[in-house]
């Protein structure tokens, strides 16, 4: 019987039935060197989907490691980076006329300056 499917599972399925074939005494001599030339192209086919599958899965690792380094830089947006200069805390309309030195109770009126 050839190996004649390229899938993993059906040559991997051959490999099965010809192990347990030799594990129950099934195969007779005259049929043993078939028996191991089958097995032997459905461990190669299975071995080179293997080998095939590895390679693919190395490429997306690469592809999902690329993809995670990315998103680890830094956004497009600008950042704010700690400045050398003191800064001030807003103030609030009852901490305006004392930023100025003037008595509070000048502010007290509204638009008269005097």
């Known amino acids: 019987m050839s190996t004649q499917s390229r899938t993993y599972e059906a040559n991997y399925a051959v ?16 049929d043993l060197v078939e028996k191991t030339r089958e097995a032997l192209n459905a461990a190669r086919v299975c071995m ?6 590895k390679g693919e899965f190395k490429k997306l690792e690469t592809e999902f490691s690329q993809l ?13 980076e700690p400045t050398t200069e003191p800064t001030t805390e807003p103030t609030t309309e009852a901490e305006t006329p004392q930023e100025n030195n003037m008595p509070a109770e000048d ?8």
């Open 15 to 30: 490999l099965e039935r010809i192990t347990e074939s030799l594990n129950k005494d099934e195969v007779g001599i005259d």
């Open 48 to 53: 080179e989907i293997l080998n095939k599958q």
């Open 68 to 80: 995670l380094q990315s998103s680890d830089e830094p956004t497009t947006e600008p950042t704010t």
């Open 107 to 114: 502010n007290i009126g509204g638009d008269d300056p005097f």
